[in-house]
């Protein structure tokens, strides 16, 4: 068979992730799990996991492929009726394939953060929202957070 999407459960070794971006270089829609907390640390994963030598060649191909990467945590409610999903959500922009590109995944966050309009949102201002919103307790927010002292300076 010739399938339009692919789902690969958990991207852990250098055939996959290999074998996931020639499938989505050759048009495929392919959706993949990885255990990371950031959009960033999962695009830095994918490359680590590469020889020195082809990591520019992955950032290339992931900077042309990559659409958008989801990054989720399930939370204690502050009510302790249950969990709350925080998620960071980067759609990839040209900008974003720029940073990617030239391997400056630290900066992504920011970029992330004036993409808004695309539908982008970092986990720290998603932890933000749901603490501002009464969903989670700070602590609870400032634990899960990628940029400890931002989230602590915009939590109450």
Same mark, same amino acid.
């Not at 074998?19 to 990885?34: I, K, M, Q, Y």
């Not at 391997?103 to 539908?119: D, E, R």
């Given at each position: ?14 055939? +996959? ?7 989505? %270089? ?5 959706? !993949?799990?990885?255990?990371?907390? =950031? #959009? ?52 990839? +922009? ?7 590109? %030239? ?5 992504? !966050?920011?970029?992330?953060?004036? =993409? #808004? ?40």
């Amino acid at each position: 068979e010739d399938p339009d999407i692919i789902l690969v459960g958990e991207m852990r070794d250098l055939e +996959t992730i290999s074998t996931a971006l020639t499938a989505a %270089e050759t048009g495929h829609l392919v959706l !993949a799990t990885l255990h990371t907390k =950031s #959009a960033a640390d999962s695009i830095d994963r994918m490359v680590d996991v590469f020889p020195e030598g082809l990591q520019r060649q992955i950032r290339m191909q992931l900077s042309t492929t990559l659409e958008a990467v989801l990054s989720q945590q399930l939370l204690p409610k502050s009510d302790g009726s249950g969990r709350v999903l925080a998620c960071e959500l980067m759609m990839v +922009t040209p900008a974003i394939r720029n940073l990617i590109r %030239e391997g400056k995944t630290p900066q992504i !966050a920011s970029s992330m953060a004036t =993409s #808004a309009s695309v539908g982008s949102i970092t986990m720290d201002n998603s932890l933000i929202a749901l603490n501002r919103d009464r969903v989670i307790d700070a602590a609870v927010a400032r634990e899960a957070a990628i940029d400890y002292e931002y989230v602590e300076k915009n939590t109450r």
